[in-house]
């Protein structure tokens, strides 16, 4: 059983930072891509950042120069360091991970979500 665990989300002000960490807590091995979603109310699940186990990053283009992502692998652990935060930031923040055994298919994961509130 394979759980992802989410903390960091809160409300901040605008101008202000935050980071959000994820662990894949359970029975999970060869971890390729660790990443963050985020949805907003009305809106569809968008990808924030994600990192693969070679370190390669994605970000969103709205993330990108304001938002890092880190993983410490030993831990099977994801950071999103988050800073001049703006209120369309405003979303669930969503943790993701793709897991790809070798002989099996990947399996995908998800976390419940963490809050980020950022007020103007």
């Known amino acids: 059983q394979v759980r992802l665990a989410e903390s960091g989300g809160g409300l901040v002000q605008a101008g202000g930072s935050l980071r959000l960490s994820c662990v894949a807590l359970?029975?999970?091995?060869?971890?390729?891509?660790m990443g963050w979603y985020r949805q907003a109310p009305g809106k569809q699940r968008e990808l924030v950042a994600a990192m693969d186990n070679a370190g390669n990053t994605n970000y969103a283009e709205s993330a990108r120069g304001r938002f890092t992502i880190s993983r410490d692998n030993a831990k099977n652990t994801a950071y999103l360091q988050m800073s001049s935060l703006k209120p369309e930031d405003t979303a669930i923040y969503l943790c993701n991970v793709l897991n790809a055994r070798p002989g099996y298919p990947p399996s995908n994961y998800w976390g419940q979500g963490t809050q980020v509130t950022v007020s103007s």
């Open positions: 359970g029975s999970i091995l060869n971890i390729r891509n």
